[in-house]
């Protein structure tokens, strides 16, 4: 298969993702969008590393899955405080940063 | 048409629909389900690529680990479908959707056209079939990117220490 | 002589400010020891004075030293240096012996001021700047000990800052001097364009020479001797910058008699002796002699209808300077520095005296609620009798000399100058022992419990009042004897350019009828006042008009004052300030505001509207590097 049409699988999966970080409001989808994203970077680097035929592209998407695993841990606590707080994680309803 | 180009149809077809599913479905349990079905296609894709590393921990770390931590938090909020208070217009929302088929563009542009002119696009694969073992992936990690690897243990144990300081104080506020 | 003596010389009296400025706190409990640092500062400086007159005395060559370089520039350089010549040493003298006393009579006269301590560091620091007025060896030098004892005398004035009219003088003089000042500034900055230097000596030799560009053309010395004299006229209180004198007396006596009549009012005639020079070679001198007599005889005119003796005194100062005005205008620099320093002596004399009757009488100031304190203050009676002596011209008194030698040079220039001066002699002898006359004969007219608390001052008072008496009485015999021939004339002669019109005439002719006019002013004022009080309402419409100084403050006040007072209130300060500027600033915060009331609505407070924007930012970047880059 030709390394382009991995690419443009990958961009097609990281749009979806931005898709629905901007229409989702239920925080825990939003944050399944962004590790969608994620994901669809490590499609474009291990099939870059596939093409170039070493083995970095790969190791990127080691350190790319350990920062996304602390990332969601992080990301979930927030979301259980928020919780706690405000009875909701509608994004539309924490807006306290309102102008 | 080959074995791999069949195969490359379906994992990417799967991941797609289950990537559009996600976004679709209103009630989070079938979105992170869905969630996982791209996962596994994905880790299908990494295969095919020859990666069978990074596959295995696609599986474990993010369909296992990862997505079982989702599960988790969503059953344990309890979380339904939301409310439609405060719902986003659907101007903006129609907006969103226009930029980001503009950005999927832009992104296939990218892949098709801009990355034919570089380097990546004209080195050839080594073999025919190259698969890169753990044995290589471990060689890098443990040399020449060992010190980003220790990095990444901090991080760990930041968010670990994160976690714990955020749930905890929330639930010192309850009580 | 050395560098050292010259800076120990300055710097003690600047010590002796710091440690009454800084530690007044410490020293607030103990006003004896705070005085007396502040005397023994000025004593030091007057025994270092004394080591350099002696030096020069000898015959040392005139010293001029720099220090070190204050300003550099591509093409200048101004230094810290000084210049010490007979006229520098003449200077230190009086500064440093008259301070030293005054600072010793302050002792006892400020007893009890809860603002003692800072009393003596202003005085301190006023000495300092006289200092440098006086040694500084270049215009910027002299300016910087201009402004500094001008400030002095702004803090000095106003000292009692709790009494408005004590302020408000305070202003007047530093607003009147400031115009003085600007004058001086200008004729620097002309000076500086035409030589390239302001140190005296390569400026003259520069200016005899003929060797400098011409500024204004060939007048450039004419307008900048013009323009310094404009700073002596404010600083010296000429006309028509003389109004802020009479009202400086609301600052402790001391300080009127040490700042307002020795020392700092004469700092213009030192500035025009010292650029003697310059005015010879400009031929200004004349303008310089006719402000001076008339200021002379204008202040003589005012002096004889007040009624408040420190007025009467610092009116008499006004004229005095007129007189040594007129001396260097009319070339003889050493009569008028000769006038200076007699005058620094018994007229610091007699103001010391009016204060130890302000002690004595309750600071009553008013000369009509005095009279007959002779029997109840003998001493300060003799003392002020000596300086009224020595000022009105009593035969052989200092006053005398140094008077006859002026008003001898004044003929060689111009009779109507002469007789002009010989009128204000008169009249200064009628109002001082009008002055006397009033005070200290006849009936006591103060209140009954203010009479009986009449007492001499004492001992820390009277003591340098008597010291005074002395060389007020005797300083002309010993220094001017012999007219042109005097001592004092030899010892400065190196210092000034021969004179360019010698005196012409007998000289004892001169003296005799300058006696004659002193004794005849004396006897009238006897014949009017030894028995009765001045009236208190004004007879007729001359005398109206000099008790009420000419309406000079009132013209002022209408003519210049007002006006300034109107354009500034409805031009500068409701049209430029409230319209203009404040409309400038108030529209731009109004127009910030508009902007931001639109700009706020863009924070909804909605995080996925703030990600829209931030794809929308990534999506055109992009597409510009993508299809237009």
């Known amino acids: 298969m030709e390394l382009q049409y991995y690419l443009i699988l990958s961009a097609l999966l990281f749009t979806t993702g931005v898709i629905g970080v901007l229409i989702r409001r239920n925080a825990i989808i939003i944050f399944m969008c962004i590790e969608l994203m994620l994901n669809a970077a490590n499609l474009a680097f291990v099939a870059i590393s596939r093409s170039l035929g070493e083995a970095t592209g790969q190791v990127f998407v080691f350190f790319v899955m350990t920062v996304a695993a602390a990332e969601v841990a992080i990301g979930l606590a927030i979301i259980v405080s928020v919780f706690k707080h405000r009875q909701t994680i509608n994004v539309d309803e924490v807006n306290s940063l309102k102008g | 048409m080959n074995a791999e180009q069949i195969l490359f149809i379906l994992f990417g077809g799967v991941s797609l629909i289950g990537a559009i599913a996600v976004i679709s479905f209103r009630h989070p349990i079938y979105s992170a389900l869905s969630l996982i079905v791209t996962f596994f296609a994905q880790a299908g894709l990494f295969l095919l690529l020859g990666a069978h590393f990074v596959a295995a921990v696609q599986v474990i770390v993010y369909a296992g680990a990862i997505m079982v931590l989702f599960l988790f938090v969503i059953m344990l909020l309890n979380l339904g479908t939301l409310s439609a208070k405060g719902a986003m217009s659907g101007k903006l929302k129609g907006f969103a959707i226009v930029l980001g088929i503009l950005l999927a563009v832009e992104g296939v542009y990218i892949a098709t056209n801009v990355l034919n002119n570089t380097a990546i696009a004209s080195a050839q694969p080594a073999t025919e079939t190259p698969t890169t073992t753990t044995y290589d992936i471990g060689e890098l990690l443990f040399s020449k990117y060992l010190l980003p690897f220790e990095v990444t243990s901090l991080i760990l144990l930041a968010a670990l220490i994160g976690v714990i300081v955020l749930v905890k104080r929330g639930s010192e506020a309850e009580n | ?629």
């Open chain 3, 1 to 629: 002589m050395s560098l050292e003596l010259i800076v120990v010389l300055l710097v003690a009296p600047l010590v002796g400010f710091l440690i009454n400025g800084l530690l007044g706190k410490w020293l607030k409990g103990n006003e004896k020891l705070s005085g007396w640092i502040g005397a023994l500062a000025v004593l030091i400086s007057l025994i270092c004075s004394i080591i350099a007159f002696t030096s020069v005395h000898s015959g040392a060559t005139p010293f001029d030293e720099t220090l070190y370089e204050w300003i550099t520039g591509e093409t200048f350089a101004f230094n810290i240096g000084f210049r010490v010549d007979a006229l520098t040493t003449v200077m230190l003298l009086v500064i440093t012996g008259v301070g030293f006393l005054i600072h010793v009579y302050s002792i006892g006269y400020m007893h009890g001021d809860p603002g003692y301590t800072r009393y003596f560091a202003y005085l301190n620091l006023f000495v300092f700047a006289m200092l440098i007025l006086v040694l500084g060896n270049n215009y910027l030098m002299m300016f910087v000990g201009w402004e500094g004892v001008g400030l002095c005398s702004y803090l000095l004035i106003g000292f009692w800052y709790d009494k408005k009219s004590a302020t408000d003088a305070g202003k007047k003089a530093f607003i009147v001097n400031r115009i003085g000042d600007f004058g001086f500034l200008l004729g620097m900055f002309t000076l500086f364009a035409a030589f390239g230097t302001l140190d005296f000596a390569s400026l003259f030799d520069a200016a005899e020479a003929d060797n400098f560009q011409k500024v204004f053309g060939a007048s450039t010395l004419v307008i900048a001797t013009l323009l310094l004299f404009v700073g002596a006229i404010g600083k010296s209180a000429q006309i028509p910058l003389y109004v802020w004198l009479p009202d400086a007396m609301e600052g402790p006596t001391p300080v009127s008699a040490l700042i307002h009549a020795a020392t700092m009012v004469t700092a213009g005639v030192y500035m025009i002796a010292r650029s003697a020079v310059l005015y010879e070679l400009a031929h200004t001198g004349e303008v310089v002699a006719w402000i001076g007599v008339l200021t002379a005889f204008f202040a003589a005119t005012i002096a004889l209808t007040q009624n408040d003796i420190k007025r009467i005194l610092a009116y008499s100062t006004v004229s005095q300077l007129g007189y040594m005005f007129l001396g260097v205008g009319v070339g003889a620099y050493a009569s008028g520095v000769f006038h200076l320093v007699t005058h620094a002596f018994f007229k610091g004399l007699m103001f010391l005296t009016a204060g130890s009757v302000m002690h004595a009488m309750a600071n009553e100031l008013d000369m009509r609620k005095m009279g007959g304190l002779r029997a109840k203050m003998p001493i300060t009676h003799w003392t002020f009798l000596i300086g009224a002596l020595a000022i009105a011209g009593f035969p052989f008194l200092s006053g005398f000399w140094s008077k006859d030698e002026i008003l001898h040079s004044a003929w060689g220039s111009s009779p109507i100058i002469y007789v002009i001066g010989l009128v204000t002699a008169f009249l200064t002898a009628f109002y001082m022992f009008r002055l006397i006359f009033v005070t200290f004969y006849g009936e006591s007219r103060a209140d009954p419990d203010v009479a009986s608390h009449v007492h001499e001052s004492p001992p820390v008072m009277w003591i340098p009042l008597a010291i005074l008496a002395i060389p007020s009485a005797l300083i002309g015999l010993l220094l001017g004897w012999g007219g042109h021939e005097s001592w004092f004339h030899h010892f400065t002669k190196g210092v000034f350019p021969e004179a360019h019109h010698e005196a012409s005439g007998n000289v004892l002719l001169f003296m005799a009828i300058s006696s004659v006019v002193g004794l005849a002013g004396i006897a009238f004022a006897w014949m009017r006042y030894s028995k009765r009080a001045p009236s208190d309402e004004p007879t007729n419409a001359l005398h109206k008009l000099l008790a009420n100084k000419y309406y000079i403050d009132e013209i002022y006040n209408a003519l210049i004052v007002q006006p300034i007072k109107n354009g500034s209130h409805f031009i500068l300060w409701q049209l430029v300030d409230n319209g203009i500027i404040d409309g400038i600033v108030n529209g731009v915060a109004a127009i910030i505001r508009f902007i931001g009331g639109i700009l706020r609505r863009l924070q909804t407070g909605l995080v996925q509207a703030y990600i829209v924007s931030m794809v929308l930012g990534i999506v055109l970047f992009l597409a510009y590097y993508l299809f237009f880059g």
